[in-house]
T-cell receptor, first 113, second 117 residues
Framework: DVKVTQSSRYLVKRTGEKVFLECVQD?????MFWYRQDPGLGLRLIYF???????EKGDIPEGYSVSREKKERFSLILESASTNQTSMYLC????????????FGQGTRLTVV | AQTVTQSQPEMSVQEAETVTLSCTYD???????LFWYKQPPSRQMILVIR??????QNATENRFSVNFQKAAKSFSLKISDSQLGDTAMYFC??????????????FGQGTTLQVKP
């Protein structure tokens, strides 16, 4: 089974903290993604990566950065957490090309207080 | 830019009955994929069904089928013989196809479906 694992299911951080959300996939996928899920807004793409050390901004990158030093790991970084970043964060991976299915992690519910 | 709209925030259905979830999208692309993903209370997002835009035949996966109307840019999901395990949030999603495809998905707002015993 393809597995995408996010390091935490629940996280509580203070305003101004630097926050790291980690994601690991075990299927040698080229593409990895970070989405943010909010009620009434669905999932919105923050950043994605199509190769090691390669990254592109998604639709809502402000306040976030990412790191992909190894193919299997994709990290989302909140440089200075703010209360409006309280949300559910979902990591996904896909092999790209003709295989279009994305596989998701179980999500991290982040609360910034 | 592509957009995906799900106009039904919540729906409910009795067990064993049939329910249809609506989705419309807007794109100028001619070649693309459409998806329905399911997110149960466990939060694990799972692919339900996929449709390639160039295929006229509607996709079917067991009790799940779609009604794909390309000209109308409509992509509804029909769940037959609903089961309690179908209770979840359902997301419609769009992906551009062809060169430069990076696998980026554009999601609708989601529809929460409750199956009642």
């Amino acid at each position: 089974d393809v597995k995408v694992t996010q390091s935490s299911r629940y996280l509580v951080k203070r305003t101004g903290e630097k926050v790291f959300l980690e994601c690991v996939q075990d299927m040698d996928h080229e593409n990895m993604f970070w989405y943010r899920q909010d009620p009434g807004l669905g999932l919105r793409l923050i950043y994605f990566s199509y190769d090691v050390k390669m990254k592109e901004k998604g639709d809502i990158p402000e306040g976030y950065s990412v790191s992909r030093e190894k193919k299997e790991r994709f990290s989302l970084i909140l440089e200075s957490a703010s209360t409006n970043q309280t949300s559910m964060y979902l990591c996904a991976s896909s092999s790209g090309g003709a295989n279009t299915e994305a596989f998701f992690g179980q999500g991290t519910r982040l609360t910034v207080v | 830019a592509q957009t995906v709209t799900q106009s039904q925030p919540e729906m409910s259905v009795q067990e064993a009955e049939t329910v249809t979830l609506s989705c419309t999208y807007d794109t100028s692309e001619s070649n693309y994929y459409l998806f329905w993903y399911k997110q149960p209370p466990s939060r694990q997002m799972i692919l339900v069904i996929r449709q390639e835009a160039y295929k006229q035949q509607n996709a079917t996966e067991n009790r799940f089928s779609v009604n794909f109307q390309k000209a109308a840019k409509s992509f509804s999901l029909k769940i037959s013989d609903s089961q309690l395990g179908d209770t979840a949030m359902y997301f419609c999603a769009f992906m551009k196809h062809g060169s430069g495809n990076t696998g980026k998905l554009i999601f609708g707002q989601g529809t929460t479906l409750q199956v009642k015993p």
